[in-house]
C-alpha cells in the first residue's frame, strides 16, 4: 500500500464534492469457480483500492458526509477462517493502514444503511459490474437488483472520475513497474515465438514469466497470428514461418496498476512481402500519435492523425485511394482499422470503463460518434497532464468485412476491393506503448521495449 497520507487526502478531496449523503464503497468478494471454496484470483474493485488501499475481500467502506467519518465494513477471521486460510490482521490493523480507525461489522453496514434510508438519507453508490455486488446492493438499499445501476450515483462517479483520470507521481512508478513486467513479457514473447511452436506455448510462458514475479496478468492475454481479430484471447494455432503474431499482453503492478502493450512478431524472424511496408505503415502512425499526444488536444484528433496517416501508406499500398481528407471522414479507412487508438489506463487496463465511458472518454465538447470505426474510440476529450493512455494503432484485415462491404459496395471512391482482396489471411499488425501526459507532451512510460522492424527481428531470429 501507499502510505496512509495518500489514501485519507484522496477520501477528503472527494468528500469536498459533496454536501450531504453516504457515499457507499462496495469492495469485491472471492468469486467462485465451480464451487464456493474453488475461486478465481481475487481481484479488488479499483475504486476500492484507490480509496483505501485494502487488497482483501468481504470489505465495505462509507463516507459519511454529514458527519465527516470514514468507516470500513469487515469482519474479522473467525477460528474457522483461520484454520484453512491462516491467520489475517484484524479489520482494524487493516484499516489503520489507510489512515481509518473505525471500522464496524458488515452487520452493522447493513443496520447503517437501513437507518439512512429510512431517514431518507441520499446513498451514493457506483455502478456494479459484479452480480454479488448488485444484490449485495440492492438487499442494503432495498431496491431491485436490475436497477441498481439505474440508480447509481452520476455525482459520485464523475467526482471519482475527476481524482483517478490525474495519475500522480506514486502511481506512475506504479505503471512503469507494470510496463517493465511487460517488457520482460514480450522480450521473452519474441526469442521464445517460433515455427512449429502452439501460440498456447509463448502465451504460457508469458504468464508464467507473471506469475513467477508474484503479479497477475492485467487482462487475458492477446497472441495470436489471427491478430485480425481484435481480441483473440484462443491461442490455439500452430505457427507457421511467414505469419505474424500480435502480442496484446501487460501486467499489474505490486499494487495493481496496469500495463497494456503490443508487438507484432514475425514468426521465422523476418517481416516478409507486404508485412515490412505494413507494419512500416502502423509504426509511423504510431509515431504520428505519439507526437501529436499534448495537453489540450482532443484525443479525437490523436485518433485522427493516426487514421490519416495509416490511410495515406494504405493509399501507397495500393488499398485505398481517392479524397484521404474524405475517406477517414466518411470512415472507409475504418476497413482495415476499426477501433481507437488507445484509451485512458490505470487501476483498469480499461480505466474506470466500469463507470461509463461516456464520463471517462467523453465530455460536452465531444460526442462519441456512431459511424463503424470511430464508435469504438474509448475517448475523445482533450488530454490533460497526468493521463495515463494507451497508443495503439493497428491494421486488421478481416475477410469477412472486406466481403460485406464489397457486396455493399460500400466506399468505392476509396478503397481498391481487388487489391484489398489479396490481404485476405495476412492477419493483423499492432503495436501498443503506454504514455503518461506531462505538462508540455507526453512520454512513454517503462522501460523501451524493441519496435523497430531491425530489433524486433534480431530478437525473433
Ligand atoms: N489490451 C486490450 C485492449 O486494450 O482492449
Ligand atoms: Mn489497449
Not at 524472424?269 to 502502423?282: C, H, I, S, T
Amino acid at each position: 500500500m501507499f502510505d496512509a497520507k495518500i489514501y485519507t487526502t484522496r477520501r477528503a478531496v472527494l468528500q469536498q464534492q459533496f454536501k450531504h449523503g453516504l457515499l457507499l464503497f462496495i469492495g469485491n468478494n472471492d468469486a467462485p469457480m465451480n464451487y464456493t471454496d474453488n475461486t478465481y484470483h481475487f481481484r479488488q474493485d479499483s475504486s476500492f483500492l484507490y480509496y483505501w488501499g485494502l487488497d482483501d475481500p468481504e470489505l465495505a467502506a462509507v463516507i459519511d458526509v454529514d458527519a465527516g467519518t470514514h468507516t470500513i465494513y469487515g469482519n474479522d477471521f473467525t477460528i474457522d477462517d483461520i484454520v484453512w486460510r491462516g491467520p489475517q490482521p484484524t479489520v482494524a490493523e487493516r484499516a489503520a493502514r489507510a489512515g481509518v480507525t473505525a471500522v464496524a461489522t458488515r452487520e452493522a453496514l447493513a443496520r447503517a444503511l437501513d437507518e439512512a434510508v429510512r431517514k431518507g438519507r441520499r446513498l451514493h453508490y457506483l455502478p456494479q459490474y459484479r452480480h454479488d455486488n448488485a444484490l449485495a446492493i440492492a438487499d442494503l438499499v432495498g431496491i431491485r437488483p436490475d436497477m441498481v445501476n439505474a440508480h447509481a450515483s452520476i455525482s459520485f462517479i464523475k467526482a471519482v472520475v475527476a481524482q483517478r483520470a490525474y495519475k500522480g507521481p506514486e502511481e506512475i512508478r506504479e505503471i512503469e513497474a507494470a510496463v517493465n513486467l511487460a517488457h520482460d513479457m514480450h522480450v521473452l514473447a519474441m526469442k521464445t515465438a517460433r515455427p512449429g511452436m502452439y501460440e498456447r506455448e509463448v502465451a504460457g510462458a508469458m504468464a508464467g514469466l507473471v506469475e513467477s514475479r508474484g503479479s497477475q496478468l492485467s487482462f487475458p492475454i492477446i497472441f495470436s497470428v489471427h491478430g485480425e481479430t481484435l481480441h483473440n484471447h484462443a491461442h490455439d494455432n500452430l505457427m507457421q514461418a511467414g505469419q505474424m503474431a500480435v502480442n496484446d499482453s501487460g501486467a499489474d503492478s505490486p499494487l495493481h496498476y496496469a500495463s497494456d502493450i503490443t508487438r507484432t512478431i514475425p514468426i521465422g524472424g523476418k517481416f516478409v512481402g507486404p508485412q515490412r511496408d505494413l507494419y512500416q505503415a502502423v509504426l509511423r502512425a504510431h509515431k504520428k500519435a505519439l507526437a501529436a499526444a499534448k495537453p489540450g488536444v482532443k484525443w479525437m484528433d490523436v485518433h485522427l492523425a493516426a487514421c490519416r496517416s495509416l490511410a495515406e501508406d494504405l493509399k501507397a499500398i495500393g488499398c485505398m485511394k481517392g479524397d484521404l481528407d474524405a475517406a477517414v471522414r466518411e470512415g472507409a479507412h475504418a476497413m482495415f482499422f476499426q477501433c481507437g487508438v488507445g484509451h485512458m489506463m490505470g487501476f483498469d487496463v480499461h480505466d474506470m470503463e466500469g463507470l461509463g465511458e461516456q464520463y471517462v472518454g467523453y465530455d460536452p465538447t465531444v460526442t462519441r460518434s456512431t459511424q463503424f470505426g470511430l464508435k469504438s474510440l474509448r475517448m475523445g476529450r482533450a488530454l490533460e497532464p497526468g493521463f495515463v493512455m494507451t497508443v495503439e494503432p493497428g491494421i486488421y484485415m478481416i475477410p469477412t468485412l472486406m466481403d460485406k462491404w464489397r457486396a455493399e459496395g460500400k466506399f468505392t471512391d476509396f478503397l481498391n476491393y481487388d487489391v484489398i482482396d489479396k490481404f485476405r489471411g495476412f492477419g493483423g499488425i499492432r503495436v501498443e506503448d503506454d504514455i503518461v501526459v506531462t505538462d508540455t507532451g507526453s512520454r512513454i512510460l517503462g522501460q523501451a521495449i524493441p519496435i523497430e522492424i531491425d530489433e524486433v527481428e534480431a530478437l525473433a531470429r
